[in-house]
C-alpha cells in the first residue's frame, strides 16, 4: 500500500518560515519524481515545486528564491523549505509522487494546511 505522508503545516507570520516534509512508504522512492503542489480555497491545484529522480529541480515563478525543495531517498522523504512565506502563500499543500511521463503512475497525500497572516 502506497503512502505519502505530509507533516510540518502550520499557522505563521507574513515573512516566516516553514518546512514541510512528505515521507513516502510502497514506492521505489529514488525512482520517482517528487512535487508539492497547492490548492487555495476556490482555485485549482498548482505545482510549486518538483524534483526529479535525478535531482533536477523546478520551481512555480511565484515561489522562486523564497521556496527550496530537496529530497532524501535514504529517508524517502522531500522537503518544501518555505520562506519569507506570503498570505497569498495560503493553502493546502500536497505531495505528489510521480513515475513515467507517457501513462504516469501518480500517488497524492492527505495534504497540510499552510497559513500565513498577515
Known amino acids: 500500500q502506497v503512502q505519502l505522508v505530509e507533516s510540518g503545516g502550520g499557522l505563521v507570520q507574513s515573512g516566516g518560515s516553514l518546512r514541510l516534509s512528505c515521507t513516502a512508504s510502497?514506492?521505489?522512492?529514488?525512482?520517482?519524481?517528487m512535487g508539492w503542489y497547492r490548492q487555495a480555497p476556490g482555485k485549482q491545484r498548482e505545482l510549486v515545486a518538483s524534483?526529479?529522480?535525478?535531482?533536477?529541480?523546478n520551481y512555480a515563478d511565484s515561489v522562486k528564491g523564497r521556496f527550496t525543495i530537496s529530497r532524501d531517498n535514504a529517508k524517502n522523504t522531500v522537503y518544501l523549505q518555505m520562506s519569507s512565506l506570503k498570505p497569498e502563500d495560503t493553502a493546502v499543500y500536497y505531495c505528489?509522487?510521480?513515475?513515467?511521463?507517457?501513462?504516469?503512475?501518480?500517488?497524492w497525500g492527505q495534504g497540510t494546511q499552510v497559513t500565513v497572516s498577515s
Open positions: 524534483i526529479a529522480s535525478s535531482g533536477g529541480t
Open positions: 505528489n509522487a510521480q513515475l513515467g511521463r507517457i501513462t504516469p503512475v501518480t500517488y
Open positions: 510502497g514506492i521505489i522512492f529514488s525512482r520517482y519524481a
